[in-house]
């Protein structure tokens, strides 16, 4: 395959670093269906994912026709390139693989009225060019270089692990001057498991996810401490709120705890933070301090990779579409009041178990903001 054979499509959260001037970035994680690359001078990462993986936040989603093995040549601490600079340009460089940006695909928060599309429902290809990606594309925004925490807006875990196990880094790129034109970009329809619920009406699935009961448990490990951390957020009515310090002592264990590219101790923090921002337009007051600690401890206990997930959680509500899915879903009337089975399977099957540990967060959160009693198991 040439080297510019390939069009990507960014998040519009990355987008205008895919299409600003060169950098170089480093490999921070090399799963099956994804590469971690750390721009020089950001803090957070950005993801180049396969057209049928989990879509994170900050991810550039490859077309399908990048084969069943696209990061087969990337080492795991090697150079990359990202940017391009030219108008409608923009390039990511790693290893043998060479991305030409195309048209965006937007990140769904929990507070938006429509889930994006999740990996398994996107569309093969649709044809479009550089002029047409930049002028349809929405606001992007450029990978934070600092973390802010509050409970307003910006988002798919081992203690101090800056890099990736699974397997980090490439020996330098050459340059390669940007495609002319874009051939096919993976874009894809809404992929809600349910006709999409409004903004307003996605803190109505909240009532549903705090009765839900989970087969798998959290980790021995983790567990207690995240009952702690519940026990610090609810505060009873007509009580002062948990002091700051108390939510971030109860939360800091948490992160970074268990093994993997996104520990379970994160994952079950992000499904917290997701609630409460779901909960919108009234966020719970936990939700400042909370997001606060996350953001800005996250970078210093667990990997690049999770860190940038809760980063995101934290301060916008962004999420991988399967939770938006799910949230959507349930919230929508056809519902009845129940979590549908086919959005509840779709999350489940993120990750080894990610997928239930963002679950168990997002039940906890929901619990807290419903005021419902403990469901067992």
């Not at 705890?257 to 994952?267: F, K, V, Y």
Request: charged share 10%; aromatic share 2%.
């Amino acid at each position: 395959m040439s080297p510019a054979a390939l069009v990507g499509a960014p998040s519009a959260l990355v987008e205008s670093l895919i299409r600003g001037p060169y950098r170089r970035a480093r490999v921070v994680g090399v799963v099956d269906r994804a590469v971690y690359l750390l721009p020089e001078g950001s803090r957070w990462p950005l993801a180049v994912v396969a057209h049928d993986a989990v879509r994170v936040p900050t991810a550039v989603v490859l077309p399908p026709a990048a084969g069943e093995r696209p990061f087969a040549g990337i080492a795991a601490s090697g150079a990359a390139r990202i940017g391009g600079g030219r108008i409608g340009g923009g390039r990511v460089e790693v290893g043998p693989l060479r991305v030409t940006a195309g048209a965006p695909w937007t990140p769904p928060r929990v507070q938006s009225a429509s889930a994006a599309p999740t990996a398994s429902t996107a569309s093969a290809a649709t044809t479009a060019s550089t002029a047409s990606a930049a002028t349809t594309a929405p606001t992007a925004l450029a990978v934070p270089t600092a973390p802010t925490a509050s409970a307003a807006p910006s988002v798919p875990t081992v203690p101090t692990a800056p890099t990736v196990s699974a397997a980090p880094s490439v020996p330098t790129v050459p340059t390669v001057s940007a495609a002319p034109s874009m051939p096919t970009v993976p874009t894809a329809p809404s992929a809600s498991a349910a006709p999409s619920a409004p903004a307003a009406a996605v803190a109505t699935a909240l009532p549903a996810l705090a009765r839900l009961r989970l087969s798998r448990k959290l980790p021995p490990s983790v567990e207690p401490l995240a009952d702690a951390l519940v026990a610090v957020l609810a505060a009873p009515a007509g009580t002062p709120a948990a002091p700051n310090a108390a939510i971030h002592q109860a939360a800091v264990p948490l992160l970074g705890l268990g093994p993997g590219l996104t520990p379970s101790g994160d994952d079950y923090l992000c499904g917290l933070l997701l609630a409460a921002h779901a909960a919108a337009p009234s966020p719970p007051r936990w939700l400042a301090p909370l997001a606060e600690a996350v953001s800005s401890l996250a970078p210093e206990r667990t990997t690049l990779v999770s860190a940038s997930l809760l980063h995101q959680a934290a301060e916008s509500g962004h999420c991988i579409p399967e939770v938006a899915d799910l949230l959507h879903a349930t919230a929508a009337p056809a519902a009845g009041g129940s979590v549908p089975p086919i959005a509840l399977a779709a999350l489940l099957a993120v990750g080894h178990s990610s997928g239930s540990d963002l679950l168990h967060g997002l039940r906890a959160g929901a619990r807290l903001l419903c005021k419902a009693p403990a469901v067992t198991p």
